[in-house]
């Protein structure tokens, strides 16, 4: 799915206010990956803490929403933009690119439960397809 200039000024309107509690939905997001996805605890079993509130969940939670930032900023080039996070994630940390998708509709809850009010349907749409391209582009180098 392709972006328009609609969708990507949606995505940044979102993203402004986001940002300022981006560590929490990361965190929020990455918890909850963990807890509904069992299977995603395999890429962090050298944790010794794999609560909500531990510190490593926190740290990596505030790791992916600055991928998420650079993604925004990136916006009108994805696959360029994301392709050094791709081939870390392909290459040293092997993660199977299904689960970009898993973390992705996680973190979309969490919005929507933590912004309701700017959370419209279009939202909605523009973030989805947003993340639909983070996800892509971060497959990249799996091909």
Same mark, same amino acid.
């Given at each position: 799915?392709?972006?328009?200039?609609?969708?990507?000024?949606?995505?940044?309107?979102?993203?402004?206010?986001?940002?300022?509690?981006?560590?929490?939905?990361?965190?929020?997001?990455?918890?909850?990956?963990?807890?509904?996805?069992?299977?995603?605890?395999?890429?962090?079993?050298?944790?010794?803490?794999?609560?909500?509130?531990? !510190?490593?969940?926190?740290?990596?939670?505030?790791?992916?929403?600055?991928?998420?930032?650079?993604?925004?900023?990136?916006?009108?080039?994805?696959?360029?933009?994301?392709?050094?996070?791709?081939?870390?994630?392909?290459?040293?940390?092997?993660?199977?690119?299904?689960?970009?998708?898993?973390?992705?509709?996680?973190?979309?809850?969490?919005?929507?439960?933590?912004?309701?009010?700017?959370?419209?349907?279009? !939202?909605?749409?523009?973030?989805?397809?947003?993340?639909?391209?983070?996800?892509?582009?971060?497959?990249?180098?799996?091909?």
């Amino acid at each position: 799915m392709s972006l328009t200039d609609k969708d990507k000024a949606t995505v940044k309107a979102v993203w402004a206010k986001v940002s300022k509690g981006a560590d929490a939905v990361g965190a929020d997001a990455l918890s909850r990956m963990l807890t509904v996805y069992p299977q995603t605890k395999t890429y962090f079993a050298h944790w010794s803490d794999l609560s909500a509130n531990s !510190a490593s969940v926190k740290n990596h939670g505030k790791n992916v929403m600055a991928g998420v930032a650079l993604a925004v900023s990136k916006i009108d080039d994805l696959t360029a933009g994301l392709l050094e996070l791709s081939e870390q994630h392909a290459f040293q940390l092997r993660v199977d690119p299904a689960n970009f998708k898993i973390l992705s509709h996680c973190i979309l809850v969490v919005i929507a439960s933590l912004y309701p009010k700017d959370f419209t349907p279009e !939202a909605h749409v523009a973030m989805d397809k947003f993340f639909c391209g983070v996800s892509l582009a971060l497959s990249e180098r799996y091909r």
